[in-house]
């Protein structure tokens, strides 16, 4: 199977599952992921993060195949937006409850 075909047959489930047994060694059932499997798995999720999800969040694999990285300023001002547009939290007194 070519590289591509494999990127383009991954579900965003199995995109999930391989990212998160590359961040915790571990498969979804327990079992620890041997060295060729951490390595195979890294590869595939930075495949799929540069060929199909594009994201531009910090730390992940942009479309040019080069890790974005965001300045402590742009990563600030991208939390202080996201805060600025979710529901604020409801606040209580001790003597409210």
């Not at 199995?14 to 079992?31: I, S």
Request: glycine share 6%; net charge negative; charged share 25%.
């Amino acid at each position: 199977m070519q590289v591509e075909q494999l990127v383009a047959a991954m579900t965003p489930q199995v995109f999930n599952n391989l990212r998160q047994a590359v961040e915790t060694g571990k498969w979804p059932d327990g079992k620890a992921l041997s060295d060729e499997q951490k390595e195979n798995a890294m590869q595939a999720v930075l495949l799929y993060q540069a060929k199909v999800q594009q994201s531009g969040e910090h730390m992940t694999i942009g479309k040019d195949g080069e890790v974005v990285q965001k300045s402590r300023q742009e990563l600030q001002q991208e939390l202080k937006q996201a805060s600025s547009n979710e529901t604020p939290i409801a606040r209580f007194k001790q003597d409210d409850i």
